[in-house]
């Protein structure tokens, strides 16, 4: 078993461009997270979330994760809220990789 998995609760991840593209009541809610949010430590991050979803193949979704924002100097794990839920999110690239129970 991955310790990752075992602990996981927030699997459902859907990337912030398709989620603001809802209508206008979705971009209130992303700006909402955007106000509320709490940079946290990716090992914190890795306590409620599984990245797994985000990977054609996860093989090692940890590793994958790493390597996906290597690249990227300003990337930062997230935790906020939203329409009265909490939520964990992926800022990275641009994007925000949003994730919910």
Same mark, same amino acid.
């Given at each position: =078993? !991955?310790?990752y998995k075992a602990a996981s609760r927030f699997t459902q &991840? =859907?990337?912030c461009d398709r989620f603001r593209r809802q209508? @206008?009541?979705y971009q209130q809610q992303w700006q909402e997270m955007m106000s !509320?949010? +709490?940079e946290i430590p =990716?090992?914190? &991050?890795?306590? *409620?979330?599984? @990245?797994s979803g985000l990977f054609d193949d996860p093989t090692d979704p940890v590793q994958d994760l790493t390597?996906? %924002?290597a690249d990227? +100097?300003?990337?930062y794990f997230a935790k906020s809220s939203m329409n009265g839920q909490t939520v964990f999110f992926i800022g990275t690239k641009g994007y925000e *990789? %949003?994730?919910t129970q």
């Open positions: =078993m !991955n310790w &991840f =859907m990337p209508g @206008p009541e !509320n949010a +709490q =990716m090992d914190e &991050f890795l306590q *409620y979330v599984d @990245p390597e996906e %924002i990227d +100097q300003g990337s *990789y %949003i994730f």
